[in-house]
């Protein structure tokens, strides 16, 4: 249980809609919460959305930058967790990944104890610009 593989980014006009896939090892979602994590070149990384695993619950947390805008959700029979990204801004532009973390402490990981994470995808660039 650990391989992430991030897909679905690219480039999108403003107001544009954007969904990003996480594909994960077998098993994976029901032991380890998934979060999407993004950063800019120079910044902080940023927790955006996290889901908790199946036997934790599947309770969500969003930034605040993404409430409202973005849905994080899943399909256990692909092994995939997906962040459906709407009304986007040039801002929300940045390298998107996906991790895993076994830890109850869900909204902890997600805000910034990234010492928490298991395993870390590789990225995928979403770039909102008209």
């Known amino acids: 249980q650990g391989q992430l593989v991030e897909s679905g980014g690219g480039l999108v006009h403003p107001g544009g809609s954007l969904r990003l896939s996480c594909a994960a090892s077998?098993?994976?979602?029901?032991?380890?919460?998934i979060g999407w994590f993004r950063q800019v070149p120079g910044k902080e990384r940023e927790g955006v959305s996290c889901?908790?695993?199946?036997?934790?619950?599947?309770?969500?947390y969003y930034s605040d930058s993404a409430k409202a805008r973005f849905n994080i959700s899943r399909d256990l029979t692909k092994n995939t967790v997906y962040l459906q990204m709407s009304s986007l801004k040039p801002e929300d532009t940045a390298v998107y990944s996906c991790?895993?973390?076994?830890?109850?402490?869900?909204?902890?990981?997600?805000?910034?104890?990234?010492?928490?994470?298991?395993?870390w995808g590789q990225g995928t660039q979403v770039t909102v610009s008209s």
């Open positions: 991790a895993s973390s076994a830890t109850p402490q869900l909204i902890s990981w997600c805000t910034g104890s990234y010492h928490l994470t298991h395993y």
């Open positions: 077998e098993g994976t979602l029901e032991h380890y919460a």
């Open positions: 889901i908790d695993s199946v036997l934790g619950g599947g309770r969500t």
